[in-house]
């Protein structure tokens, strides 16, 4: 195929992105998993780009996980989405960032079907009037904050201090990218790529250096999954899933993975403790397991800040494997001290994965 | 080891490019009627050692042309050649004569 028409295709796959003036929604759990996450992103976006993102601290949950677990009807989770952005629209903000891709999915499906059954947001306007007293505007612009991280993916590598290589070696490192599934399979013209080829994490990880694997299980899901792992006789669907993931991209021996939903790198990074427990068996060099990071926490370790203050402690499988191979000045014994510098706490060592 | 309440299900991913599938070629060169099947069933429902057994010829036939073929042995000695799932499949398959050649080329007859 000749270029021009590669690149008109190419055209297709890709999504409008607001520059400036974003509406931030956290995740619901993020915070209690990677709590540096959120953090970093906001301090790029204000600190380094410049940019206007506002953090609202009255927003709620948009429901995803109740709803997609069936716990709450869809004119509630309607009604929720419909205060999120009522509240986006009275500090006068139209471009709505959500943190979760989850959320992403749910922000983009209730769009769709009010876009395609106007009655029902008349129905939701009159829900949210009549229980909270509020009105709202839709978004004009819906982008997950990995979207805003990929549109500004060359100014944060310019002005990054690290690469994503080996300083040893000079190879550049390994790097599984793990999209989650709600960003583009359910509304494929939503992510960037689309559903066939998602770059939004892949992208960004060439920006910084690396080389990206592609390996049988790529597409699969992490395992996360609402209703697998909410009841917990039913994990072991969830952790079948990861497992089968960890063996198929093992043999590629993979640096580290990245991910841009909350629930991938929580599960990816715990059941690779849970596995070796259960089973003994370790996935990264070793002994150890695969450094697993969020795409923001990736994106500050490259512009060169304190990995314990962007939250890498808080990660089951430990991430000094890597900081030592891309050669990260950092201090070991500062890993558990807290930001006024007292003790957060250390972990039980485990004794099935190695943790430096 | 240690235990979480749950259990790591086996993985059932089959392997295409790694599974021998000369077996499933051989029989499906000696009764191309097994290319009609749309896995329905009826075999599996009307034969008589599914009964009294786990023995299903979907089942195995499906894993057979998949490269499945660990159980095979044990599956095909099931069969009593009876003929019941002939009279039933709606594709006439000759499923009896599938059986056949399984047995010859695990050299069981």
Known sequence: MISEGKKTLWNDYQKEIADDKYFYARSCIRQNFFPGAEKTFLKILKEELKKDVYDDPRHTTCTGIAYHSDVVSLETTMTVVARQFALMTERGYSNFVPSCITSFGIYTEVLELWAHHPEIEDKIRHFLLKATGREFKVPENLAHSSDIIYKYRNEIAGMSKYRLINKNTGDPLRVVEHIGCHYARMFPHKGIGGAEYPCVLSGLAETFGGEVIDYPERRACCGFGFRQYVVQANRGYSISCSKRKFESMAPYKPDLIITNCPGCPYFLDSWQYVIAEMEGKTYGEKGQGIPVLTFEELSGLMMGYNPWDIGFQMHQISVEPLLDKIGVNYEPENKFCGSQGRSIGKPKIPESIKYS | ?109
């Open chain 2, 1 to 109: 080891m240690n235990s979480f309440g749950f259990e790591i299900q086996k993985d059932n991913t089959i392997e295409y490019d790694k599974n021998d599938l000369s077996l499933a070629a051989f029989v499906l060169r000696h009764e191309p009627s097994l290319y009609n099947c749309i896995q329905c069933g009826s075999c599996s429902g009307t034969c008589p050692a599914s009964a009294i057994s786990s023995y299903q010829f979907r089942k195995m036939q499906l894993l057979m042309r998949r490269g499945e073929t660990k159980h095979l042995r044990e599956d095909v000695a099931h069969c009593m050649l009876c003929g019941k799932c002939i009279l039933v499949c709606p594709r006439g398959v000759n499923t009896r004569n599938v059986i056949r050649q399984i047995r010859i080329a695990l050299n069981m007859n």
